[in-house]
């Protein structure tokens, strides 16, 4: 491969796989123009794109991201982030920059954010490639996503009894199907601003903890979505289901319903720079 000293360094944080420039070029490359390349080089407190066994799939690379103080000794919660409708894309970058990792990676982040998240999880961000609609749903692609999950743990010191998912919008909803067949998996799920449904298989959720978020008056996807997953739950669970109206504080539940009192479809950013979410994730496990 050609490599043209003209072009513009677009995005420096790829020095994160290796120091050397040759590398970070090709990276870069890889990235903007789809070439497959992965280096085993995870580098605690950055994100670096691993493409290795993933070719062909639209599950096609994922952002992996180690605690800032990684300890190979040490057993790490696993969280596994589902990026929403605008990062199903052609572009891998586009799965980078959101979700917990977003507020990790930050240079000068808010230092109860830091302690939290920083130096607490192993965060995963898989891309989803453009593909036919009917496979657009994150829950279309559950084996391959675990199977990332099951190699990152074993490689990283992953804990499989505390692995969270999460995601925002479209991810929130791939992220409760997921939930539906999949419990014995998860530690804990946190679906944020999504159309989260139960029909006749929110039951097979099980005892997973989980905490809803959406906010009030969300103009892209209406906060009934939410509000019919809790009226059924409710209804047909014996769940100890904690109501909040925020998220100022950690929950005393394994189970939370918080309806925001605010508008617009952004309830992640608040929820993910908040530390007392992952104070909340720190004390789930399946065992």
Known sequence: MRIRNKTPDRHPEYTT???????????LFS????ISC??????????VLV??????NRVDGYWLYLPKNYDETKKY??????????GVSSQKIDAKHDGPAKFAIQEFPDPEIAAMVQDSFIIINPHLDIGPPETKGWHHHTETLFNIVEEVSA???GDLN???LTGLSHGAGGSWEIAKTHSDKIAALIPIAGRIKCENDCDNIGDTPFWIIHNKDDDRVS????????????????????????IDSVPKSEFVYSVINESGHDAWNPAYSNPNIYKWLLEQTRN
């Open 31 to 34: 990235v903007l123009f789809g």
């Open 51 to 56: 493409t290795e066994g993933l070719s062909g």
């Open 223 to 246: 906060v009934r979505y939410a509000e019919e997953v809790f009226d059924h739950l409710t209804n047909n669970k014996t769940l100890n289901l904690e109501q909040k109206e925020s």
């Open 162 to 164: 505390r692995v969270i």
């Open 17 to 27: 796989v290796g120091s050397d420039r040759v590398l970070t070029w090709i990276v």
């Open 155 to 157: 490689t990283y010191s």
């Open 38 to 47: 992965n280096f085993n080089a995870a580098k605690p407190g950055k994100q």
């Open 77 to 86: 919660p696993v969280i596994l982030f589902l990026t929403g409708g605008l």
